[in-house]
């Protein structure tokens, strides 16, 4: 496959995520705060800041509704919603004969939604969010829109080569995200684990398990016992869970596995032990073992070790030289 072409799948499906991510935060977060405290409201804004990589452009100034248009429609802002879709349309068109005219319509149905006139008007107004006491609607429309664009890109691309490179740029930033989510909520949930929890806080255990689309599938698994250290192990180590950080990485070593086949290129032997040392870490770690070292140590690590997978597929996949090809 031409460099160009795995690069632009991989930020197509990387930019579209980061976009139903941060989606998600916000949307999870407007409703949090309906029953926050002002102090509580504060510290949620501020930990899903950080849940998002402390996106320079975006500050906490005490205004919910202004960071949310912030995060939404800024496009100096490169974390915000409309410049990832903005980034995964583009990176779609250059690949346009690649993807199939589903996932082309429906990404682009995407962003005319997204760029209509009245659209930053409506937020601005609180319009898009009148009725506090529902999910937005607005949010609520890119997640699902984001969701059918997934859906059909699995169910109307061929399930080759071109199909592997979204499927990695999708689990990539899920680990990514996911790990990040959970340093975020470290302090408050895991810092202090003998303290005795307040009402509230339940509220927030709630808040991170919705923020992974996770708490229908945690409590099939746990029942309603909502606990910290169940939180971490259903989110860092579940391998039945889409969004783990385990599954995630287990489906980015399927698809590498795809691309690979049988060979023994020495020249993808690096990227091999990467994506395996990763693997097999999540895969007989425990979650005592986890929280009776260092916590953020280890969520640290896997987002290294993601930013260095994701450098070495640069490096073999993408800016590759035709003489390393060669060798290969």
């Known amino acids: 496959m031409l460099s160009r072409v795995a690069d632009s799948l991989y930020w197509m ?3 579209i995520e980061r976009a139903e991510h941060t989606t998600r935060l916000l949307d999870v977060n407007l409703n949090l705060m309906l029953d926050e405290s002002a102090t509580n409201a504060d510290r949620c804004w501020q930990r899903m800041l950080q849940a998002l990589g402390n996106p320079e452009a975006t500050k906490w100034t005490g205004d919910a509704y202004a960071m949310t248009e912030s995060l939404t429609f800024d496009t100096e802002n490169k974390a915000s ?3 990832c879709i903005i980034s995964a349309r583009e990176n779609s068109r250059h690949v346009r004969e690649q993807i199939s005219t589903e996932q082309w319509t429906r990404l682009n149905q995407l962003y005319l ?3 209509r006139p009245d659209m930053r008007a409506n937020l601005q107004d609180g319009a898009i969010m009148a009725d506090s006491g529902q999910p937005t609607e607005f949010l609520q429309q890119v997640m699902e829109a984001v969701h059918q664009f997934q859906g059909v890109s699995d169910s109307t691309m061929s399930h080759g ?3 592997q490179f979204i499927q990695i740029g999708r689990y990539i930033e899920r680990a990514s995200a996911t790990a990040l989510l959970l340093e975020a909520y470290h302090e408050d949930l895991w810092l202090h684990t003998d303290r005795i929890p ?3 806080e339940y509220l927030e255990w709630m808040g991170l398990l919705r923020s992974a689309t996770a708490f229908e599938a945690y409590c099939k698994v746990y029942t309603a016992d909502i606990t910290p250290d169940r939180i971490l192990e259903f989110l860092l180590l579940d391998e039945e869970f889409p969004h783990s950080v385990r599954f995630s990485i287990d489906a980015l070593q399927d698809a590498f596995e795809s691309i690979h086949g049988d060979g023994n290129e020495s020249r993808t032997e690096p990227l091999r032990r990467l994506v395996g040392r990763l693997q097999a870490s999540l895969n007989y770690s425990s979650v005592d073992e986890i929280l009776n070292g260092d916590v953020v140590a280890y969520l640290r690590s896997i ?6 997978i994701h450098n070495m597929i640069y490096q073999i996949y993408i800016d590759y030289s035709i003489q390393a090809a060669l060798a290969g």
Request: aromatic residues 10%; charged residues 20%.
């Open 13 to 15: 499906s990387r930019s």
């Open 81 to 83: 919603i409309l410049s």
């Open 113 to 115: 939604q997204v760029t």
């Open 161 to 163: 080569e071109g199909w």
């Open 198 to 200: 307040e009402g509230n």
């Open 303 to 308: 987002q290294f070790q993601c930013r260095s």
